[in-house]
């Protein structure tokens, strides 16, 4: 109160001083900066418990008392040379058993030829030409690639191309030969490897399995060795590609000084929908050509050459679940087409799927500091009242990149949102789907070739790969740099990355 007066019609006025409140982007820059304070001192806490105590010690400790401590070590040769002994067996335990790193030498992704562009009118005229679309599916393929966050410069397959689509055995094997050999043709190209120093390869590509497999054509191809392990993944959806990554570092503990090649990619000649149900034509809208190729390495000789080296893989696998397990399921609709079906609980199961993933992954990557406010959280939520919202970490501290799956704008307005990133942090996975669609599992690729184009990758700097995928599936990838990273020759960002970011409009 800051006094009374009179108003001169015999009435008291009273004035009343208003607390000035902050605004609220001060309020969030104080929040912030309180936070980060906190995470400062709990990060260093042991540091600055003792850096005092050792500050004391030293100002205590007389000549006398080192002295001391010195003629009493002199005379305690054997209480030296056990613990010495000890140490030495310890250490020489330690480095025996210890995992062999897994280095990532180089990776490439398969840019293809302008005349397998897809926008949108000549995908929609050729919808119209196969007469297999009503009016309905037309009009609702429309609408969803007007709200996909895909650009005009997306790629089909060359069968689809035609009219009628050649949707034969033999032009699904000439994708898929396109794909994975113009991948791998890019690789060679950049890391000089032989082909036959490969001991390792691994294939996935969930729709496409024909005989003899895909590893084999890969086999054929380049001539690799006879006594090569060779894997080929199928039918485990967008999120195959960190599963291959997983299995070919297993490999690679297991198996020394060798390299091992991962190639992921998807293949549409054969499993384009041709019919009415609108659960099963979202696939068409948004999936397109493209895969990728990646050199893993446990050779020590190979660090310095590599771009980063493999921190976590963490998997998690829902299928126990009905629901999770039928939520992205390939069938025939009700006059025997065959596509896959997208159910509508499927952004929740995946929401569900990932807070699975991140409890698991959390622990390994996230700071002490954020450790304990999501276990405190956790604590008062179960023990006094479970209303309490539960505390989100910022994964912000622990990751400097991210890689969301590009599976729709839908998935990443998810992801941005529960996980609380800003507009750069997703970048990555919106200009990929923008730029080259749904690749399936090879878009965790084409995003980190973006980051490397946009020269944004330095030295110690990690990555978190999050993909999805049937079954229902969320898997992760986390990778530390090792040095700088600049773009490699033939990335698929090279002929446009001075385009991006675009602004989008739905």
């Not at 609108?278 to 948004?286: G, S, V, W």
């Not at 501290?397 to 969301?404: K, S, T, V, Y």
């Amino acid at each position: 109160m800051d006094g009374a007066g009179d108003d001169g019609n015999g009435s008291v006025g009273v004035q009343i001083r208003q607390t000035r409140r902050l605004p609220d982007y001060l309020q969030s820059v104080n929040l912030k900066y309180v936070k980060l304070g906190y995470h400062y001192v709990i990060s260093n806490l042991l540091t600055l418990c003792l850096l005092p105590l050792a500050v004391v010690i030293s100002v205590q400790a007389s000549h006398d008392d080192l002295r001391h401590l010195w003629l009493h070590l002199q005379y305690n040769l054997v209480s030296i040379i056990t613990c010495s002994a000890i140490l030495v067996f310890g250490l020489t335990v330690y480095v025996m058993t210890r995992p062999r790193p897994v280095y990532l030498v180089d990776f490439s992704c398969y840019l293809p030829p302008d005349h397998l562009k897809a926008p949108f009118s000549r995908f929609m005229a050729h919808s119209r030409l196969t007469g297999d679309f009503d009016d309905s599916a037309l009009e609702f393929q429309r609408k969803i690639l007007q709200r996909s966050g895909l650009g005009e410069d997306t790629y089909v397959p060359e069968g689809m191309h035609h009219v009628p689509p050649r949707i034969s055995m033999a032009a699904a094997r000439e994708e898929a030969e396109q794909v994975m050999f113009g991948a791998l043709d890019s690789l060679f190209e950049n890391t000089n490897i032989n082909p036959k120093d490969i001991g390792i390869l691994v294939v996935n590509c969930s729709l496409f399995n024909p005989t003899p497999s895909l590893s084999a054509m890969i086999v054929n191809k380049y001539k690799l060795r006879g006594n090569i392990r060779s894997y080929n993944l199928g039918g485990m959806g967008c999120s195959a590609g960190v599963i291959a990554v997983d299995l070919a570092k297993d490999m690679l503990l297991v198996h020394r000084k060798t390299y091992a090649v991962v190639v992921s990619t998807e293949n549409i000649t054969q499993n384009w929908y041709f019919g009415n149900n609108k659960a099963m034509l979202i696939p068409n809208c948004l999936f397109r050509v493209g895969g990728s190729a990646v050199l893993l390495s446990n050779k020590s000789s190979d660090k310095r050459r590599s771009k980063y080296r493999l921190s976590h893989v963490v998997r998690t696998h829902r299928g126990a679940d009905d629901k999770a397990f039928r939520c992205v399921y390939q069938e025939q609709d009700d006059t025997g087409r065959t596509g896959v079906s997208l159910s509508k609980d499927l952004m929740a199961i995946a929401g569900e799927t990932l807070k699975t993933n991140i409890t698991t992954l959390g622990p390994l990557v996230l700071p002490i500091s954020e450790q304990i406010l999501f276990f405190t959280t956790l604590v008062v939520k179960k023990l006094f009242n479970g209303k309490v919202k539960p505390y989100i970490p910022d994964f912000k501290l622990a990751f400097e990149h991210f890689c969301i799956h590009a599976g729709g704008r839908a998935v990443i307005d998810e992801l941005e949102k529960n996980l609380q990133l800003s507009p750069v942090h997703v970048e990555a996975s919106r200009m990929t789907l923008h730029r080259f669609g749904n690749t399936s599992s090879s878009s965790i690729w084409y995003e980190l070739a973006y980051i490397e184009a946009k020269g944004r990758m330095r030295r110690g700097n990690r990555v978190w790969q999050i993909a999805f995928g049937s079954g229902f599936k969320c898997n992760s990838a986390v990778w530390e740099a090792l040095r700088n990273v600049k773009p490699s020759k033939n990335s698929p960002w090279e002929d446009c990355i001075d385009k991006y970011p675009v602004t989008l409009s739905y």
